[in-house]
């Protein structure tokens, strides 16, 4: 290792994160004598191979000791982000893969250097293969100037495995350089298995090939740019095969694989009719399930798609051009759909908003009461003073409007679920509206004579839904017919 130079002020920012302090070595005190004795003093030191002064007086911590600290106010500041740091002295041997990992309150990274204040590795988990046995510099710091609170420094030696067989339930650490690495996995049981590779230094890839054909292939299904593979499978010898997002990178990763319970009765079921009151389990693989849903009475339903390994998305098909589709309206990445359905047969379509995730799914289908009091009229006569509820599900609603005599008409749409929008014609007239009233609702005001009007109500996007509120009302008004 190379000699530093006797005062080293080191601020190193990789990844948006900065890590930064000031190591001084202690001048000797008789450091203005003479030149000669000066001269003598720098020749044996030449001849000796001391711990650098930046190491001096830090609290040594043995590898595979776990360490709880704190970030505070009071410890060296970074002038650089003002984060806070604390520092410790490692003795580590040649050859080792160590890595360096934080957990507790503290939003913080981890950075390593050698002896001489080179950086060799810095992140949230830390790891660097040691090339030169010796003692090494452990900086924990906070994220930025606001991250302080306890942590837990964790160190190990990575043990990377040589094997090609991947068991069940025995996480395998190993390192990629640049090309893929293949592992056996025997499945003796039929039933729900659950693969990941994850990495903090590359974008990892998984592919899986089996019994009869079988092939599966994921990239970040199980975040960030990690992988994974969630799948029913057969008794039989598979495949895996760990790499890299673009056989690029390098790094260490770890390959697991484990069986999972199936939830509720144990039965999947990937296509299929449900009606209400029904649920059902099943699995996404990278195929669009389909199912049918019977309707028979009409009346508020609320789908939902549920999954803790998936993000769900649900389409909705139905009688005369319906069609409703959703990403997270329900819980976290959860889809859900709810809406006013007439008696029919609807066309159910389960899968992953972005279509390469992989796993398991729930699937209920509830009817849903209407708030007290309301009552719903999706068409007929409405008139002046009167005040309706209906339920738009992407078709306009039609009324019929009878008026005796010249009016001032204003017609109010409200709705807190969707974009309301007006149209009014007949007698001549074709008005529209849509943000007329407060917010999305809409509003028409018009002086109308005498006749028949037909009061459409419907959605600015046809893919909207909800419940709504119409009202009519009018002041006499002076008009004469247009001759």
């Known amino acids: 290792m190379a000699k530093s130079s006797p005062f080293a002020l080191i601020v190193v920012a990789v990844g948006g994160a900065v890590v930064g302090f000031l190591a001084a070595q202690t001048l000797s005190s008789d ?52 984060s806070r740091y604390d520092r410790y002295m490692m003795t580590l041997d040649e050859s080792d893969l160590v890595e360096f990992s934080l957990r507790g309150a503290l939003n913080g990274i981890v950075a390593l250097y050698d002896d001489q204040l080179q950086l060799l590795s810095v992140a949230p988990t830390a790891r660097h293969r040691i090339e030169q046995a010796g003692d090494y510099m452990v900086v924990v710091s906070g994220a930025d100037s606001s991250s302080y609170g306890p942590y837990t420094l964790n160190s190990r030696v990575v043990e990377l495995s040589d094997s090609t067989v991947l068991a069940l339930d025995a996480p395998l650490d190993s390192w990629l350089d640049g090309s893929s690495s293949e592992y056996t996995l025997t499945i003796e049981e039929a039933g729900m298995y659950q693969l990941e590779m994850r990495s903090d230094e590359f974008d990892a890839y998984l592919e899986l090939s089996g019994p009869n054909g079988y092939f599966r292939e994921d990239d970040d299904s199980a975040g960030n740019l990690d992988a994974r593979i969630s799948d029913f499978l057969v008794p039989g010898d598979y495949t895996v095969t760990a790499r890299t997002s673009y056989n690029e990178g390098a790094g260490l990763f770890t390959l697991t694989a484990e069986s999972r319970e199936l939830p509720g009765d144990g039965e999947l079921r990937n296509d299929g009719s449900i009606v209400p009151n029904d649920s059902l389990n099943g699995l996404y693989s990278g195929q669009n399930l389909s199912y049918q849903v019977e309707i028979e009475e009409a009346g508020m339903y609320q789908i939902d798609m549920m999954s ?20 997270d309206g329900g819980d976290n990445l959860n889809a859900r759909i709810a809406d006013f359905f007439e008696p029919g047969t609807y066309q159910l379509t389960a899968r992953t908003a972005y279509g390469s995730d992989s796993g398991l799914f729930r699937i209920t289908l509830e009817p849903q009461e209407l708030p007290e009091g309301i009552e719903l009229r999706n068409s007929g006569a409405i008139t002046l003073g009167e005040t309706l509820n209906g339920w738009y599900t992407g078709e306009s609603l039609v009324y019929e409007l ?13 709705s807190s679920d969707f974009d309301a929008y007006l149209e009014l014609e007949g007698e001549g007239v074709a008005v529209s509206d849509d943000d007329g009233g407060a917010g999305t609702d809409a509003q028409l005001q018009q002086q ?28 006499p008004a002076q008009m004469q017919p247009n001759m």
């Open 31 to 82: 450091a203005s004598s003479s030149s000669s004795s000066s001269s003598s003093v720098a020749s044996q030191s030449a001849e000796q191979t001391p711990t650098a002064d930046a190491l001096v007086g830090l609290d040594s911590v043995t590898l595979g000791e776990r360490l709880r600290g704190e970030i505070t106010a009071s410890d060296l500041l970074n002038g650089n982000d003002g």
């Open 308 to 327: 803790d390994d998936i993000d769900a998305y649900l389409v909705l098909e139905g009688p005369d051009g319906y069609y409703r589709e959703n990403d």
């Open 402 to 414: 009878e008026l005796a005599e010249s009016s001032l008409v204003t017609i109010n749409m409200r």
């Open 448 to 475: 109308l004579l005498p006749g028949t009007y037909t009061v459409i109500a419907r959605g600015f996007s046809t893919a909207s839904s909800g419940l709504f509120e119409l009202d009519v009302t009018a002041e």
